[in-house]
């Protein structure tokens, strides 16, 4: 089964961190682009991070010096650093395939005092 499970979510103080995992299984992980993606309230889906196959990143401006993207091979899985955290990173973060419809379940990344 074809399958990208998401953890690492949680509650922060502004200013804080937080590193999500996104742990794949069912396919040859490494020769697939992957992609960090948020749902805030009442926003839409947008890209946060992507990684392609051969390591090159690329991120929303939003999020740019503050998250890194990075991904490990033998474990299948892709991670996303977030530093610095602000309120308005507030959502649910996916992970994807890149050009697929394989998504995460999800998981909620929450930024308050």
């Known amino acids: 089964q074809v399958q990208l499970v998401e953890s690492g979510g949680g509650l922060v103080q502004p200013g804080g961190s937080l590193r999500l995992s996104c742990a794949a299984s069912?396919?040859?992980?490494?020769?697939?682009?992957m992609g960090w993606y948020r749902q805030g309230p009442g926003n839409e889906r947008e890209l946060v991070a992507a990684?392609?196959?051969?390591?090159?990143?690329n991120y929303a401006d939003s999020v740019k010096g503050r998250f890194t993207i990075s991904r490990d091979n033998a474990k299948n899985t892709v991670y996303l650093q977030m530093n610095s955290l602000k309120p308005e990173d507030t959502a649910v973060y996916y992970c994807?395939?890149?050009?697929?419809?394989?998504w995460g379940q999800g998981t909620q990344v929450t930024v308050s005092s």
């Open positions: 994807r395939r890149q050009s697929s419809p394989l």
């Open positions: 069912g396919m040859m992980f490494s020769i697939y682009a």
């Open positions: 990684i392609t196959r051969g390591g090159t990143t």
